[in-house]
């Protein structure tokens, strides 16, 4: 089957640095990506990884190990406008471009 | 401004109604997708279109029909057969780079009276 799991929520404060896990099990995939959704709003495309490694994009980093079926979003000096969902969704190789998408992880920030 | 348009934003049915949920883009992307959303949940896949004239069943299509007859539009019927059809919509779509960026648009909400 195809499933990708993150924790349900995560706290942390104004500036600190977060993580979010995302652990996956399926065959065929080849590459993850990260959407932040705020409350009522559509989701927000925040990095892809096509390749095992780190990518950064400004305060945001992600991560991928296929080889590991793990992943993960690094928020550095968090703001309260990060308070959303995150997302991570799987890039399946059917021949065409399916993803799938993780559970979600609330992330509320903290004063 | 290039982007995708979702039609109407709040829709109410009653039971063993039909609607139709429009999705347009703008963005000249081949790749066209319905997922929906249930309240603390993730998105699930409905249906998906690589090209005009074509489509798949994702991972939640029954009770559900689409259609795919312009490039621009792809509309999702929510028939009387779903059982559950309350929740938010969206609709998104993907260019031929490899960016793995989906561009969604601002949902529709169904609710079921």
């Known amino acids: 089957g195809q499933s990708l799991e993150q924790p349900s929520e995560v706290t942390a404060v104004e500036g600190a640095i977060v993580q979010i896990n995302c652990t996956y099990q399926t065959s065929g995939f080849y590459g993850l990506s990260w959407y932040q959704q705020h409350d009522g709003g559509a989701p927000t495309f925040l990095s892809y990884n096509a390749l095992d490694g780190l990518e950064e994009t400004g305060r945001f980093s992600s991560f991928l190990s296929r080889s590991d079926s793990y992943g993960y979003l690094l928020l550095q000096e968090l703001q309260m406008k990060d308070s959303a969902s995150y997302f991570c969704?799987?890039?399946?190789?059917?021949?065409?471009?399916?993803?799938?998408f993780g559970t979600g992880t609330r992330l509320l920030v903290s004063p | 401004d290039g982007g995708i348009t979702q039609s109407p934003k709040y829709l109410f049915r009653k039971e063993g109604q039909n609607v139709t949920l429009s999705c347009e883009q703008n963005l000249n992307h081949d790749a066209m997708y319905w997922y929906r959303q249930d309240p603390g949940q993730g998105l699930r896949l409905i249906y998906y279109?690589?090209?005009?004239?074509?489509?798949q069943k994702g991972d939640i299509a029954e009770g559900y029909s689409v259609s795919r007859e312009k490039k621009e539009s792809f509309p999702l019927t929510v028939t009387s057969a779903q059982k559950n059809p309350t929740a938010f919509y969206l609709c998104?779509?993907?260019?031929?780079?490899?960016?793995?960026?989906?561009?969604f648009g601002e949902g529709s909400r169904l609710t079921v009276l």
């Open positions: 969704a799987g890039h399946m190789n059917t021949g065409f471009q399916k993803l799938v």
């Open positions: 279109s690589q090209i005009v004239n074509d489509f």
């Open positions: 998104a779509s993907k260019g031929s780079q490899n960016t793995g960026e989906l561009f």
